[in-house]
C-alpha cells in the first residue's frame, strides 16, 4: 500500500481551476481499483491519496496522468508500507495485495 502525500505548489484558485479533471483522475483510479481514500489536508495545502499498487514505479506512473502533476500545482511524496493491523471491515482491501 501507499500514502501519497500532496502539497500544492501554486495559489488555490489554480488548484480549483484544475479540480474537476484531478476528480475525473481519481474517479479512473478507483474504478480500476488502486485508489481506496482520498481527500483535503486540514488545514488545505494539499490533498492525501491511500493507493494500492504492485510497486512504487506503477504509483509514479498513475501520479503522472494527475492533471496536477501535468500542470505542476503540486508535489507527490510517496510512503510504501505493510499493514500489519488493520480494522476488519479493511481485511478485503488489505489482504487483496
Given at each position: ?5 500532496l ?23 478507483y474504478?480500476?481499483g ?5 481527500g ?52 478485503v ?5
Open positions: 500500500m501507499f500514502i501519497i502525500n502539497t500544492y505548489l501554486k495559489p488555490l484558485e489554480e488548484v480549483e481551476r484544475f479540480l474537476p479533471e484531478h476528480v475525473e483522475y481519481l474517479d479512473r483510479y474504478e480500476n488502486h485508489f481506496i481514500a482520498s483535503r489536508q486540514v488545514p488545505r495545502v494539499g490533498g492525501v491519496i491511500l493507493a494500492k499498487a504492485d510497486s512504487k514505479d506503477e504509483i509514479k506512473a498513475i501520479i503522472r496522468h494527475d492533471p496536477f502533476y501535468r500542470e505542476h500545482i503540486a508535489r507527490y511524496d510517496i510512503t510504501e508500507f505493510v499493514p500489519s493491523k488493520y480494522a476488519k471491515s479493511l481485511k482491501l488489505v489482504e487483496a495485495e
